[in-house]
Structures are given as structure tokens and as C-alpha cells.
């Protein structure tokens, strides 16, 4: 009887975030597996909605995995981009807030306070500033101060240089708004540490970085957790800034596109839109992701941290 009444108010309180799990979650992505079983092109919902296909998508999937070099460039693109942008991302925001940890409350705000402003901006704007800045001719902000400083003679079209050019700008871009995120939730984690811990330590005259490792550190294992985790999966799955830098060719289109961006310009983009090569890629993409998350919560112990405590002995 306990246990009913127990499972009932559970059911209750977690009946909303249910539903927006299903609604917004589960039935796309049932739709998205269906669909990339099917010839969908153009939206043409009556036509191809029942043109079942088997696999067929996923077997071009395959063949312009082995044979196209452009559909190469994308997944090596993809695997740069998360890869780098994720380090950056956490250990940037893991750094910025342990900077700010030990400063006095005045500086240490406005200093986060900056840090932010990229995430406050509109994404347009964001964009359109690094377009300028990174632009390839004698109007973009970077060349122009190199060619003043005489370093260099004629403008340097960066995001053009495949494909560490691109991938730089596009890595920059987006790390540059990633580290804020990882910053407000190690900041947080940082503020419920008790003072006294800290004030203790230096009374015993260990530094800042002996402070980190040996008390800080393992105080936040669930928010390293959670931004590691978090991270990965955003950047999987981001294309926005993309999406800027490229169509406004700043960027190389093939060393600047992952596999988001490919899934969204396959779908929607100009010209032929092919929806059942789009929603493969996608359900690609979603087993990428949930592999990422499960190799991640394994390789940090998850498991391990759940556990209840074991208490005195």
C-alpha cells in the first residue's frame, strides 16, 4: 500500500517532464527513423510517405562514407570540431571559474559578467563580428591589423586555408560561447563549497593549485560530470554558427560543415532537399550521441557516484 501511494505521487510529479519527453523527443525521433526508411524528398509527404525504401539510405550513407570525399571532410569535421571545441569547453569553463573563485567578489563578477556576453548576444550578431574579424580581404579586422603591423603583405583568406583554417575559426566561434556555460555551473558548484574548507587550507599555507586538487576537485565530480556529458551532446548536435560562417563563405563549406549542419542543409537546405538521407544521418546522429553519453558516464564512474553512501564504519 506504501509503495502504491509512493509510486503514484513519483508518477505525478514526473508526468509533465514525461510528456514533454514524448512529445518532443520520442515521437520525432520515431518519425525521423521512419522517414529515413522511406525516398522523402522535397516534403513531398503524399508522395513519399509510404515509398519504403529498407535501408537504401543508409547503404548511400555508407557508400559516400567510402567514396565521396566531401561527405568525408564532414565527419572529419564533426569529429575536430567536438573533440577539440569539448576540451576547450570544459576546461576552459573549468579554469575561468576557479580564476574567478579566488578573486574578490567585485572583480571576480565583472570578469565573469564578460565572459557572458557572447552567450547574451544574438547569434547573428555574434557571428557577423568574428565574420568581419576573420574576414578573408583587406576589410576584415584581423588582416588589417597584421598588414598595419607589416607581418604580412596581402590579406589572408583564414576560414579558406582547409583545413585547420576553418576548423580554428569555426572551433573559436563556438568555443568562445561553450566556456561560458561550463563557467556558471563550476562557479555555482565552487559557491557551495564551505568557506571554511578553503580558509583552513590557506591558514596550512597550501597554494591555489594545491587547493584545487586536492579540495575543489573532488568536491565537483557531479558538475564535471553534468558539463562534460552536457557538451557533447550540444556540440554533436549544434549547426547555428555553422550555418552563419558557411553560408556567408567565410568558412570552407566542407571543412566547415558537421554532420548537423549537413543533416539540416540535406533537409532544408536550397535546391533538391532529400528528407530520407537527411533522417538517416539523423538517427546516425542519435546513436553517436547516446554511445558518447553511456561511454562517458562509464569511463567517470556514474555508476559509482549513485550509490548510497556507505556511511560510518
Same mark, same amino acid.
Given at each position: 500500500m506504501k509503495f502504491d501511494s509512493r509510486f503514484r505521487a513519483l508518477s505525478f510529479f514526473l508526468s509533465p517532464m514525461i510528456i514533454m519527453v514524448a512529445l518532443f523527443y520520442l515521437i520525432p525521433l520515431i518519425l525521423t527513423i521512419y522517414i529515413s526508411f522511406t525516398g522523402m524528398r522535397n516534403w513531398n509527404v503524399e508522395r513519399y510517405l509510404h515509398d519504403f525504401v529498407g535501408t537504401y539510405n543508409y547503404y548511400r550513407l555508407v557508400h559516400m562514407f567510402k567514396y565521396d570525399p566531401t561527405f568525408k571532410a564532414?565527419?572529419?569535421?564533426?569529429?575536430?570540431?567536438?573533440?577539440?571545441?569539448?576540451? $576547450? !569547453?570544459?576546461? %576552459? %569553463?573549468?579554469?575561468?571559474?576557479?580564476?574567478?573563485?579566488?578573486? &574578490?567578489?567585485?572583480? /571576480?563578477?565583472? +570578469?565573469?559578467?564578460?565572459?557572458?556576453?557572447?552567450?547574451? &548576444?544574438?547569434?547573428?550578431?555574434?557571428?557577423?563580428?568574428?565574420?568581419?574579424?576573420?574576414? /578573408? &580581404? &583587406?576589410?576584415?579586422?584581423?588582416?588589417?591589423?597584421?598588414?598595419?603591423? /607589416?607581418? $604580412?603583405?596581402?590579406? $589572408?583568406?583564414?576560414?579558406? !586555408?582547409?583545413?585547420?583554417g576553418a576548423w580554428s575559426i569555426i572551433i573559436f566561434v563556438n568555443g568562445l560561447v561553450g566556456v561560458s556555460f561550463g563557467m556558471i555551473v563550476f562557479t555555482s558548484a565552487l559557491n557551495q563549497i564551505p568557506k571554511e574548507l578553503v580558509i583552513?587550507?590557506?591558514?596550512?599555507?597550501?597554494s591555489a593549485w594545491q587547493i584545487s586538487r586536492r579540495i575543489l576537485f573532488p568536491l565537483m565530480k557531479w558538475h564535471f560530470l553534468y558539463v562534460l556529458t552536457w557538451q557533447f551532446l550540444s556540440l554533436l548536435t549544434t549547426y547555428p554558427h555553422l550555418f552563419l560562417l558557411v553560408e556567408w563563405d567565410l568558412v570552407d563549406r566542407d571543412y566547415g560543415t558537421t554532420l548537423a549542419l549537413?543533416?539540416?542543409?540535406?533537409? +532544408?537546405?536550397? /535546391?533538391?532537399?532529400?528528407? %530520407?538521407?537527411?533522417?538517416?544521418?539523423?538517427?546516425?546522429?542519435?546513436?553517436?550521441?547516446?554511445?558518447?553519453?553511456v561511454i562517458t558516464l562509464k569511463v567517470l564512474k556514474f555508476e559509482e557516484m549513485i550509490k548510497k553512501p556507505r556511511g560510518d564504519l
Open positions: 564532414v565527419i572529419l569535421t564533426t569529429i575536430v570540431f567536438v573533440g577539440i571545441t569539448l576540451i $576547450i !569547453n570544459v576546461l %576552459g %569553463g573549468l579554469g575561468l571559474a576557479l580564476a574567478t573563485f579566488f578573486m &574578490s567578489e567585485k572583480p /571576480g563578477s565583472a +570578469f565573469r559578467l564578460l565572459w557572458l556576453l557572447p552567450r547574451m &548576444s544574438p547569434i547573428a550578431v555574434y557571428s557577423l563580428v568574428w565574420y568581419y574579424f576573420f574576414h /578573408g &580581404s &583587406s576589410i576584415g579586422t584581423l588582416n588589417a591589423i597584421l598588414m598595419r603591423l /607589416g607581418l $604580412i603583405n596581402q590579406p $589572408i583568406p583564414w576560414g579558406q !586555408n582547409v583545413p585547420w583552513a587550507a590557506r591558514v596550512d599555507g597550501a549537413y543533416v539540416f542543409n540535406t533537409a +532544408f537546405g536550397r /535546391g533538391e532537399q532529400d528528407q %530520407g538521407l537527411a533522417a538517416a544521418a539523423a538517427v546516425i546522429l542519435s546513436i553517436l550521441g547516446i554511445i558518447g553519453g
